[in-house]
């Protein structure tokens, strides 16, 4: 059927009698979801849209002045779009000690922001 004819349906349902009333607004709800197919929300992700980059300072020693600002301008690019992580084109390789967990990492290393050495991770 076509909406017109349901439509058309719903006119004649309410016009006969009370009794079809209810048979109306349900043809009628029909209609309407037929008619603008539901659209899917996107689930916001927590967190995103930071632009400091952090990593432990040897690491950030070792690399040149250009890999640094490569990697302080992607992290900048997704947090002004609001994203949650930047590129994966920009991992960085070799930033922890082989052997070494996770725990290890976060807590004994010094970290640092990579477009502002001097200042520890967490500082503004």
Same mark, same amino acid.
């Given at each position: 059927? %076509? ?9 004649? +349902?309410?016009? /006969?009698?009370?009794?079809? !009333? ?11 979801? =037929? ?19 952090? +990593?432990? /300072?040897? !690491?950030?020693?070792? =690399?040149? %002045?250009?890999?640094?600002? $490569?990697?302080?301008? /992607?992290? #900048? ?12 084109? @920009?991992?960085? %390789? ?5 052997? /070494? @967990? +996770?725990?290890?990492?976060? #807590?004994?290393?010094?970290? $640092? ?12």
């Amino acid at each position: 059927m %076509k909406y017109k004819d349901l439509n058309e349906v719903v006119k004649q +349902l309410y016009g /006969a009698s009370k009794m079809h !009333k209810k048979q109306a607004q349900i043809v009628e709800n029909h209609v309407d979801e =037929m008619k603008e197919p539901p659209t899917k929300k996107k689930k916001k992700q927590k967190g995103g849209g930071t632009r400091k980059t952090c +990593l432990p /300072a040897a !690491k950030i020693a070792s =690399m040149s %002045k250009k890999e640094r600002q $490569r990697l302080v301008n /992607a992290k #900048q690019k997704s947090g002004k779009a609001g994203k949650y992580r930047r590129s994966s084109k @920009t991992n960085v %390789k070799g930033a922890r000690k082989k052997g /070494a @967990t +996770l725990r290890d990492w976060f #807590q004994k290393e010094d970290w $640092r922001q990579v477009n502002n050495p001097s200042k520890k991770c967490g500082e503004k």
